[in-house]
């Protein structure tokens, strides 16, 4: 760990682990200290491969070092690509002392995650977060999984890696439309949880975008701690957790709708939280200030505020029921009271849901 870095915990017990965050974390976190056996696989994609993958390999050089590059885009987040990492670890012979790295953003995150926690029946696994929203959401807590054509995130599991390394220097190469789509999730942390982050957001939303590395490490910094804190309470998502779904089941069902092809995770976010915010308003919980201040922060991220415009309110319905969040056949929405104060309900009017739908869409 570098002198200028930061660590964050979190509390699972015997299943605890470090979140490292930082300039230079790429060469000066200590990787090996997390790995288990002698065999390493790196996962990666095409376009993070050229940029850091033999960096990270001179990290390990007294390690055995496989790897595997994959398509980039949440396009190729699927049942097929994933046999791509299972074919390299099979005829590579790892074994059960292997340890997998996923080095690049959420999609290579969560195949690495889901392949580790299905490799006989479990190996170890380390998450090199190279984009904003992997770092501040989908590295942290274990969330593992790929799509399907009919569900984002259908077929998954919990599964803990050994640790996080996130070096902000990775961030230098993102592009900026990747980068404002992790401002989202950004974002989402302080609508959840916490009402002064979204201030400082508000205040400081110039210096983000220009990347400002100490407002960029403060920023990762809060919103790690908000997810460690939450999945050491609830780690499996049977009560507060699902809060961090926020915008998450309107999102997902944009996503699905464009194949995974058009807008990113973070923009379907966006628009999510917004539509969540304004069914919030009218069902009586949250104030038209309050859903005004998420639209000028989230535009002020050049990001969507309204669904795509060839999404019609019959499509959410249809593909939001397939959602994971729908128990016992009732669909479940997180919806806010304030800035930084949500729940998870069931009990939301589905007239209000059609409203919404019927405004949004007609809007968008």
């Not at 982050?197 to 939303?205: C, G, K, Q, R």
């Not at 990762?220 to 780690?235: F, H, L, M, N, Y």
């Not at 309900?345 to 007239?351: E, I, L, M, N, T």
Request: charged share 20%; net charge negative.
């Amino acid at each position: 760990m570098s002198a200028t870095s930061t660590q964050v915990q979190v509390l699972l017990g015997d299943r605890s682990y470090p979140i490292y965050i930082g300039s230079g974390e790429l060469q000066s976190a200590d990787l090996n200290a997390h790995i288990v056996g002698q065999k390493v696989l790196i996962v990666t994609n095409e376009t993070v491969a050229p940029l850091y993958l033999e960096r990270l390999e001179q990290q390990l050089s007294d390690r055995h070092i496989d790897s595997v590059i994959l398509a980039d885009g949440e396009q190729h987040k699927n049942l097929d690509t994933l046999n791509r990492i299972f074919d390299q670890l099979i005829s590579k012979h790892h074994d059960r002392k292997t340890t997998l790295i996923a080095l690049g953003g959420g999609v290579i995150g969560d195949m690495t995650g889901f392949a580790a926690a299905c490799y006989q029946r479990g190996v170890a696994f380390i998450q090199v977060p190279t984009t904003l929203l992997a770092q501040v959401d989908s590295s942290v807590g274990g969330k593992t999984a790929v799509n399907h054509a009919m569900g984002k995130n259908m077929i998954g599991a919990f599964y803990q890696p050994q640790a996080v390394i996130i070096d902000t220097d990775t961030l230098s190469t993102l592009p900026d439309r990747e980068f404002a789509a992790g401002l989202a999730e950004v974002i989402k942390y302080g609508l959840i949880i916490d009402a002064e982050f979204f201030l400082w957001l508000e205040n400081n939303i110039t210096a983000l975008l220009q990347r400002d590395q100490q407002a960029l490490a403060y920023a990762i910094e809060v919103s790690c701690k908000s997810k460690a804190r939450i999945v050491a309470e609830d780690e499996t998502e049977q009560g507060i957790r699902a809060i961090l779904n926020l915008g998450h089941t309107f999102g997902h069902a944009i996503e699905t709708f464009q194949n995974y092809r058009q807008w990113l995770h973070g923009e379907a976010v966006a628009a999510g939280m917004v539509m969540a915010a304004k069914l919030s308003q009218i069902a009586g919980q949250l104030s038209q200030a309050d859903v005004s201040r998420i639209e000028t922060l989230l535009q002020a991220c050049s990001l969507p505020v309204a669904p795509p415009q060839d999404m019609a309110s019959e499509d959410f319905m249809k593909l939001m029921v397939r959602d994971k969040k729908v128990l016992d056949g009732r669909l479940r929405l997180v919806l806010m009271q304030e800035i930084g104060r949500a729940q998870v309900s069931d009990q939301f009017s589905v007239d209000h849901l059609k409203q919404l739908l019927i405004r949004s869409c007609h809007s968008g």
